[in-house]
């Protein structure tokens, strides 16, 4: 009887177990630090790859760098003089009547087959149900030209008050664009880049082209689960304001945030000001550009105000950097920042309720 720690055996088993149980500990530490490393690796890989091509001044970065606003450096010859930052003051309230034309707008990607835009019509017919809207107002589809007429006539037939628009015109047309192989943030497609430059700063000339004087961008996945009881087009008309946006958020993209943020304050700084704004302004104005970033999957807005050439004239100089494409800039933070620079506080809403009745795998 008794244990067997009694016995001179018992104590070699004891210290096999122990011996064992070190060997076991070791191991697993082990593939712990290892599994730990390479979890870092691609982290350091990208701040190296990062830190270095600043240093190297590689094509994207000098991009960056000949076309920071420096009004000699890239002479716009259609634009204006020196765009100046505007004052802060709110816009007037415009009068509300039956001849300011509105539109819901979607840019949709074509499916494998017409039974694909089950999300669409989804989101767009709880469009009608969530708003008090005074008018049917149409919801435009954006599309890349390749919309076969079985697919528009699926869609049509469960939402008539569609119209369909085809942007192949300027789809993807930045030709002087870098290759693929000189892009910093490949984290995205091509086509969404694309996407982006189409909703920064492509979008408005085909909007006016249409007549239209509002805008409310509202993507395939954002489902309004709730009605509330204003209509968003007279809101934002008779406020007298440029853009109404439903949520903000920090923009989590570590590239846009080291080379947009600094772009903008560059921006900032060369825009003529009153000598009552402090330089410190453009730098609060950057910093919050990535800190309080619309979420811009939803949002309304009037179309003058991004016809306007100093707007587009920003927007133009955007483009000329290529960073949509290189850094991934996304038109979250671009539409941002062309709205806290022409715009201001004064001329934006938010959309009352509008984050808290609305669910999608994306609104914060
Ligand atoms: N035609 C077309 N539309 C696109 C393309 N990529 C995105 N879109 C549309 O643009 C909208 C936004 O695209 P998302 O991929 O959801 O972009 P996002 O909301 O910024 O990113 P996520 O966080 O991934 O949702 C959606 O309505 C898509 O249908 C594209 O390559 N072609
Ligand atoms: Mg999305």
Redesign the pocket.
Known sequence: MGSDNGHPFGRVMVTRKLERLVMIFVAVNSIGIYVYLRGREPCEQMIRGLSGSLGRNPPAVRNLRATAPVPDARPCTACPGRPKLPTRQAGAARPWNSSVRCAFI?????GHDETRYAAFLESSGRLRLAFALEREYPHVV???GNFPEAHKGAIRAGAPWVVFRDVSDVWGNDLDRPPASEWNATDR?E??K???RF?AMQMWDHAHAMGLDMVMRV???IFILRAVDYDPFRMLWEAGADYAWGSSTRESHFQTELTFKPWVRTYCLWLERDASVPDAACADLAHDVIERMYFN?VFATTVGFWRDPYVKRFLHEIDLTHAIYVHRW???PIQTAAIRLFAGELRVRQIPKLSEITRT??VP
């Open positions: 979607t840019l949709l990607q074509k954006f599309h890349e497609s086509g969404y694309h996407m982006c909703y993507d395939d996945d999957n996304g038109d979250a795998r994306d």
